[in-house]
């Protein structure tokens, strides 16, 4: 019964070991000009499973004091003919948007985007925030994490849409 059970562990480590799959997403390259924000939008495979991504929300909150009527705008770097992004603004303090991103019909490994492990991973898109008003102080960027939480799902042939782990990367200071 040892023997079983020491068998059972060390298989059930080498399966968990050869499956590993992680996500990280980053808000990275800021720039301020006039009186807009821009930053990009990343996820890097950080685990040792090939991630097809497929489906994926971006939950951001900034501070609202510092735009007059912010508006956003989202510029994907996703190939429009398979995916397409919708841009939701929350009534909340600080202020919450989220970028939905969704694989449209179904899904393969010839159809999806292969997030990359190398760099700063794949760039999903660029976020321009218009509206700034007031240049002193910090635009506060923040994942938003309650009540929405930031996910990434990728294809799997045996399993579909599989969501991955997701570690949220530290967003930059932004003054």
Not at 141 to 157: C, F, I, K, Q
């Amino acid at each position: 019964m040892k023997q079983l059970c020491t068998f059972l562990l060390i298989l059930f480590a080498c399966c968990t070991a050869a499956h590993a799959q992680s996500t990280t997403v980053m808000l990275i390259n800021p720039q301020v000009s006039n009186n807009q924000l821009t930053f990009d939008v990343y996820a890097k495979n950080t685990g040792s499973t090939t991630i097809y991504m497929t489906d994926c929300t971006f939950y951001i909150k900034f501070n609202d004091s510092k735009f007059t009527s912010p508006s956003i705008s989202f510029t994907a770097s996703l190939p429009s003919a398979n995916y397409s992004t919708a841009i939701n603004n929350y009534a909340t303090t600080p202020k919450t948007f989220g970028i939905d991103i969704l694989f449209n019909g179904t899904p393969s490994a010839t159809n999806t985007v292969q997030m990359s492990s190398s760099g700063n991973g794949t760039l999903i898109g660029t976020v321009t925030l218009s509206g700034i008003t007031t240049f002193t102080g910090t635009a506060n960027l923040a994942w938003g994490t309650t009540p929405y939480n930031t996910y990434v799902s990728r294809w799997d042939p045996q399993l579909g849409g599989v969501t991955v782990p997701v570690t949220l990367g530290t967003p930059p200071v932004v003054y």
